[in-house]
């Protein structure tokens, strides 16, 4: 089964009105990018109305790091899957493990936030990974299968979801598994999505993440089952980010 390749930005808390600029250069490369690739920008929440905007008619989507559970009410300072769409999000990261360490999110709210993304008609990109520890003591894969079984809505499709591997010891450090480790944790998480989605788990895009930058990229993109890249610190200009998609 022939997957498009999704290349997606991160910006976490990073990015001002100014940064609309570098969103242009973005829009302007990926014009020249292969056919195949998709290209996903993910700004703070108070850009993407405004970058959503700009990247109207152009190949690059607009999407949103996180989101609310719930369609609306009492939850000061929230933001739901509806006013993401509202504002022009197509994507929403969910389950990001700065989220699931920092504000101690658990499978069963990253699943719920995830149910609620697919409710809005938009698309989760559900992100998965070991810990250090966890990959030193040999639990990768029952770390990642146990996030898998508890994250992943009921009823997802290849259309409405997208799953991020990101082991978090690489998150931001520099260091990368292997390609044979890479290999392994994408060929298990395509089989567990095939165990619980049946079908539309050979369609689900499965996204590497964790220190992807222009000098490795090409590598871990050859990888099989390895359908895209979510990209942290090198999403943040046209410069670091546009070389990653052209090394599909
Ligand atoms: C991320 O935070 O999702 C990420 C992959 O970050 P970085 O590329 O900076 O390691």
Redesign the pocket.
Known sequence: MTRSKLIAG?W?MNGLAASTAELDKIIAGSRDLPARVEVLVCPPFTLIDRFADRAERSRVAIGAQDVHAKESGAHTGCISAAMLRDAGASHVIVG?S?RRTDQKESDAEVQAKAAAVIAAGLIAIVCVGETEAERDAGEATAVVGRQLAGSLPAGATAANLVVAY?PVW???TGRTPSTADVAEMHAFIRGRLRAQLGGEGEGVRILY????KASNAAELLAVPDVDGA?????SLTAEQFLPIGQAV
């Open positions: 991160n976490k990001h700065e990101e690489a998150i931001g993440g964790g220190s992807v979510l990209v942290g610190g090198a």
